[in-house]
């Protein structure tokens, strides 16, 4: 059988806009112009300073997962669990029933801080489960260099014969690609049963079967068909992910932090998080430190 390349079949760039306290982000995946893209839920790529935070906020239903590019970040959540995120590093975190957590520039960090937070859904059977963690510093984060220039890093799912060693519940890949000279070519498998996406951060390249040229910010919409995605480098210094995953077909209602399949479940979702129930036990006595600490 011939392997199909797939093609891009919507370009949108994507603006600046404010998010949380002082974010900058910039949305791929979740605007009104691309609402979802089944498994995924949410892209942000964040690109803002010490004077911006996420305060004390919870999510139900599906994963949320930071990777840090620039700066040094720290989390905190309603069960006391904490930690610090560098330039590299990867919080795969499953909400699940229910987390409460704050998101914020590292005390005494003033440089840039620049990212991706992506969310991906999780199946019906999946959403009240136990939230839980899998956190990878950036020595932990495996990657590959093919050929001299070509620089990989799997954040999950495989790349040039690396598998990262994340699970990904709703099955899912994620490849951080650097390509450092123009010129250079690569190519992503990916499984045919996979929905995905490209978004661009640096540099100009041709993407796809159908040879689609995009600069910074994009997302490129994949088509369903075909395993491989090729790519070649149109300027030195290129910079994007490739992001796919298995789409779960099922209803998706989301109401800002809550997704669930229907709307019984998200006005359950908000009544056990004013009651502290069902996964949110603790929820109104919970402040974090880096609330109350927060200055700017
Ligand atoms: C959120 C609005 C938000 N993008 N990128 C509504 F901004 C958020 C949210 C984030 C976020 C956090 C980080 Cl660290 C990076 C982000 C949106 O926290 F959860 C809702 N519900
Ligand atoms: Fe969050």
């Not at 984060?141 to 709703?170: C, H, M, N, Q, W």
């Not at 910010?217 to 992910?241: K, Q, Y």
Request: hydrophobic share 35%; charged share 25%; aromatic share 10%.
């Amino acid at each position: 059988m011939a392997i199909i390349a797939r093609s891009i079949i919507k370009s949108i760039l994507s603006r600046e806009q404010m998010e949380g306290v002082g974010a900058r982000v910039r949305r791929s995946i979740g605007t009104e112009a691309l609402r979802n893209l089944d498994p995924f839920l949410m892209l942000d790529e964040f690109d803002t300073d010490l004077h911006s935070f996420f305060a004390d906020h919870p999510h139900r239903g599906f994963e949320t997962v930071t990777y840090l590019l620039e700066g040094e970040c720290q989390h905190e959540d309603f069960k006391g669990h904490k930690g610090q995120l560098g330039p590299g590093c990867l919080q795969w975190m499953t909400a699940g029933r229910g987390i409460i957590h704050a998101e914020a520039p590292a005390n005494g960090y003033t440089g840039r801080i620049h990212g991706l937070q992506l969310w991906v859904n999780l199946a019906s059977k999946d959403k009240m489960i136990e939230p839980s963690y899998q956190e990878f510093p950036a020595d932990k984060v495996v990657s590959v260099s093919p050929t001299p220039g070509l620089d990989i890093k799997v954040i999950a799912g495989e790349s040039y014969g690396t598998k990262s060693p994340v699970f990904t519940r709703t099955p899912t890949m994620f490849i951080d690609v650097k390509m450092a000279k123009k010129g250079l070519t690569m190519e992503q498998s990916i499984p045919a049963d996979f929905r995905g996406f490209i978004y661009t951060l640096e540099g100009k390249a041709s993407f796809g079967g159908s040879k689609h040229v995009a600069d910074a910010h994009h997302t490129l919409v994949l088509s369903d068909e075909g395993t491989t995605i090729p790519v070649e480098a149109l300027s030195d210094n290129c910079h994007f992910v490739i992001i796919a995953g298995q789409p779960l077909n099922e209803p998706i209602i989301q109401y800002g932090p809550f997704v669930m399949n229907t709307k019984e479940e998200i006005y359950q979702a908000f009544a056990d998080y004013e009651r502290g129930e069902n996964g949110f036990e603790g929820a109104n006595e919970f402040v974090s430190e880096i609330k109350k600490n927060w200055k700017y």
